[in-house]
């Protein structure tokens, strides 16, 4: 045998006989597998039965060892790093640091588990509820199974609130009480009774009720009344302290706007200072911040009635103005009147200026490259909470393999200037919702790009516009004005002979002027814990509208207008990107979505330009094809060969539709089987493009590929790699389009020139 055999067959057994969980468990005791509950109640519907059996399982103590793909690997690690063994040893040590120590059947604690069970079950209304459990042996494993028998559920059947509706306090209670999460015809639950105290209590924070808690009422239960039926009655406790039961107002209101921890004492006031605005005292001694704009972000002001959502709205401004490392908050009964509070904001400056380079590395199916970005950023800019950011980059990619010229060698560099402010800069009062901060934005950027072989480009851009949310839920961008100004330079011999034989690689090279404004609308409620969940995004992008109309532009008649020495491009672009999210168990969902893109373009333009062209395929769209590969139409891909350009496929409208099914397997692997379908089309008729122009046979030109994937989920990022084969492909004729039984996994070229792989971070939606 070989020396690197045998090393690897001694490594291998090595593994094998370290994964081994009961290596180290004394004679005598067993490895705990896991416990296992069991409902026992014919009434339960099997999958909510499956659920409960889930939901009770959680709870056993202490927690079996972890497993990935049916191993204990990190037991394995322990066992590796010596088990009990107490060595010294450096690398024993590590191994046994990453790994877990078997969880022995002697850690397990049968009676306080049912106990535990017990409780559980009575918590969710079941009263009559207890539980059995026995030990299953195997070899030296052991299971712990538990037999819960519920018995039946008790029900609401009445819920009175008495409070003394003659006090204030009762009064505000009782007017709390139609929005009840106790119902009568519910099932008795613990945590909802627990959740009506906080849902109380929340709104009498909102009326002033400081000092009030939770805790200061009581939900007495009585079970006597029959037929598995409780009656309720929600009270004030009567050790209640007076102070809770009275609101509070606001008195001096104290924010030290350049506070450090190391000042000495909090509330100790300067005697210069005075009021601004008639409400606040601003401790700023070097005058950092303008005082108008920090005022705009505090909601609690003198005399008014203590709010705990005006509390929390300050806090959450204070805190996304990016400019403190740490703002605190304190309350303080006033010495000068009664049931009034002091407020005192501390808040701790960021460092002014700061600097970050990062190093990205890429890489894809045919190509390599890294590249590096520099950011300087210096907040408070103008002393009103602006973010000053210049940023400067650099990158360079190669081609590493393939049989196709993609274009891909490059170098890039460019810088992008951006200033943001923590309000909206407008002529007109628009105030959209105060819990989130708006912003105003101004954006410009210059780009070189080297194609070496093939061309230079010089783009320079220009945004202006505000962002702003609406609520958990909603965000609005409008940018008003962007400008998109690229000129081409230096385009090579060997690129000029190609286009004139494939004349979409002119287009690549065109200069390009756009101008106007463009919104995107976004939704999403995929942070929720519901079954369904959706994300819509939609935008909508014009440019050069007015001024084509004025000048009367019209390309089809040659009558194509300048702007600066460049035709300027005449469009009405609308995209939407909608998704669902179908929670089928704890650990699976499938995830669809559809992209659809439409354009016009008229007066003095024939299509979009490049850069606003739709594309699809790659590794976030269809995923059995390369970027930039499928469409317009049936079109066939163009100039495919070792010696020629790549001419990218792009359109004027776009249809992409995609589903995956994501399942956890085990630990941080996950894995994903999916289908994807779409494809680009023209607006307008190409000679040079058969088969591209949209019309009613779009639905059968649609390219569709699948695969199956693994995911790497280390909770701060996403490791993803999938492999896809088409199943349709759009430029075959058409009664040979879906090329199933072409498929041939064991035939090496078929495997060259149809399985896609892709490397990625994140989902692909």
Not at 206 to 224: K, M, W
Not at 454 to 466: C, D, H
Request: a positive charge; hydrophobic letters at 35%; charged letters at 25%.
């Amino acid at each position: 045998m070989k020396i690197k055999q045998f090393l690897a067959f001694s490594i291998g057994l090595l593994l094998i006989s370290s994964c081994n969980p009961t290596k180290y468990v004394a004679e005598g005791d067993k490895f705990y597998k896991e416990g296992d509950v069991v409902i026992h109640n014919d009434t339960i519907a099997k999958e909510r039965k499956e659920g409960f059996e889930s939901y009770l399982e959680e709870a056993l103590l202490p927690k079996p060892n972890s497993k990935i793909l049916g191993v204990y690997f990190k037991v394995g690690l322990w066992n590796m790093g010596g088990g009990p063994d107490t060595s010294n040893n450096f690398i024993r040590r590590w191994l046994k640091k990453q790994g877990q120590e078997p969880v022995l059947l002697s850690d397990v604690n049968r009676e306080y588990n049912e106990n535990l069970l017990r409780n559980k079950m009575e918590n969710l209304g079941f009263f009559t509820a207890r539980v059995t459990s026995d030990t299953l042996i195997d070899g030296k494993m052991a299971t712990v199974r538990y037999d819960a028998f519920p018995g039946k559920i008790y029900r609401i059947n009445e819920v009175k609130f008495e409070v003394d509706s003659n006090t204030r306090l009762g009064n505000s209670i009782m007017a709390t009480k139609n929005e009840s999460l106790l119902r009568p015809g519910n099932n008795y639950n613990l945590d909802v009774i627990l959740n009506e105290r906080d849902r109380i209590d929340n709104k009498l924070k909102d009326q002033g009720y400081y000092y009030f808690s939770p805790d200061n009422l009581l939900v007495e239960v009585d079970s006597t009344i029959g037929d598995n039926k409780v009656n309720m009655f929600m009270t004030v406790k009567p050790e209640t302290p007076k102070q809770a039961k009275e609101p509070q107002h606001i008195g001096n209101v104290y924010v030290f706007a350049d506070y450090k921890e190391t000042s000495g004492s909090r509330r100790r006031i300067p005697r210069s200072v005075e009021k601004y605005d008639d409400k606040f005292y601003i401790i700023d001694p070097e005058n950092k911040y303008r005082k108008k704009v920090l005022a705009n972000h505090l909601f609690l002001e003198p005399e008014q009635m203590y709010n705990r959502w005006n509390h929390n709205m300050t806090i959450n401004h204070l805190v996304n103005l990016n400019t403190f490392k740490f703002v605190k908050n304190e309350f303080v009964d006033s010495p000068d009147s009664t049931n009034h509070l002091d407020v005192y904001y501390y808040l701790t400056p960021m460092e002014k200026k700061s600097i970050r380079l990062e190093l990205v590395g890429k890489t894809a199916a045919v190509y390599n490259g890294t590249e590096v970005n520099a950011n300087w950023t210096l907040k408070n800019a103008f002393k009103g909470f602006e973010t000053l950011t210049v940023s400067l980059f650099g990158g360079y990619e190669t081609q590493t393999g393939g049989n196709v010229n993609l274009n891909s060698s490059y170098i890039r560099y460019g810088t992008e200037v951006s200033i943001t402010w923590p309000r909206l800069l407008s002529p007109y009062k628009w105030a959209p919702s105060k819990q989130y901060i708006p912003k105003t934005f101004l954006k410009a950027g210059y780009e070189f790009l080297n194609r070496r072989t093939a061309y230079t480009l010089n783009s320079m851009t220009l945004n202006y516009g505000y962002a702003w949310k609406e609520n958990q839920q909603k965000d609005h961008n409008l940018t008003l004005a962007e400008i998109i100004y690229v000129q081409p330079r230096g385009i090579s011999d060997e690129y000029r002979a190609q286009m004139d034989t494939v004349p979409t690689l002119r287009h690549i090279v065109d200069p390009q002027f756009s101008f106007g404004p463009n919104y995107v609308y976004t939704f999403t409620n995929t942070m929720e814990n519901k079954k369904h969940t959706f994300y819509a995004k939609a935008g909508l992008n014009t440019s050069g509208n007015i001024l084509g109309l004025i000048q009367g532009a019209n390309y089809d008649e040659g009558n194509v207008k300048e702007l600066f020495g460049t035709p300027y491009s005449q469009f009405i672009k609308a995209e939407a990107d909608l998704r669902h999210y179908l929670k089928i168990t704890p650990t699976s969902t499938l995830a669809s979505r559809i992209m659809i893109g439409t354009s016009y373009s008229y007066g003095n333009s024939r299509s979009l330009p490049y850069l606003k062209q739709y594309y699809t395929g790659g590794p976030n769209g269809l995923r059995a094809f390369r970027a930039r590969a499928v469409g317009p139409g049936s079109s066939m891909p163009e100039n495919l060969g070792e010696e020629n350009f790549f001419a990218d496929q792009t359109g004027d409208y776009k249809l992409e539709l995609n589903t995956e099914y994501r399942a956890k397997i085990a630990g941080m692997l996950h894995w994903a089987a999916f289908i994807d379908a779409g494809n680009v089309w023209l607006q307008n008729k190409d000679e040079n493009k058969p088969g591209g122009q949209f019309s009613k046979e779009f639905l059968s030109e649609l390219a569709v590929g699948g695969g199956l994937g693994l995911r790497l989920d280390l909770d701060f990022l996403i490791i993803r790699t999938d492999f896809a084969i088409p199943f349709r492909v759009p430029y075959r004729p058409k009664d040979d389009r879906w090329v199933f039984k072409y498929i041939d996994i064991r035939n090496r070229d078929w495997r060259r020139e149809n399985l896609v792989f892709n490397l990625a971070i994140g989902y692909p939606f």
